[in-house]
């Protein structure tokens, strides 16, 4: 759990608390893949909502690693005092 603005080793931003949401969206969404996969595969009539579920995880746990590498880097910019308009 790190108090830092940024991560300076590997494996630490997996131990901030605020990425734990989006990792876990992230791994649900593996999981939907791999079973939209084998829906498909066996021939599933349904497994297109399947997939569209999974692309849902994966847009949601994009959108929060998003928001959290935001969040860090306003958190940087305002303890450097460099404050930049978003790009």
């Known amino acids: 759990m790190s108090d830092a603005s940024y991560h300076t080793k590997p494996g630490e931003s997996s131990a901030d608390p605020h990425s734990t ?20 595969a066996f021939g599933l009539p349904d497994w297109t909502k399947l997939g ?15 928001l959290e590498f935001e969040r860090q880097r306003r958190l940087a910019a305002r303890r450097t005092g460099t404050e930049t308009a978003p790009e």
């Open 52 to 66: 569209a579920a999974t692309a849902l995880l994966f847009l949601a746990s994009l959108a929060m690693f998003v």
């Open 21 to 40: 949401p989006s990792i876990v969206l992230f791994m649900f969404g593996l999981l939907g893949l791999a079973s939209t996969l084998t829906a498909a």
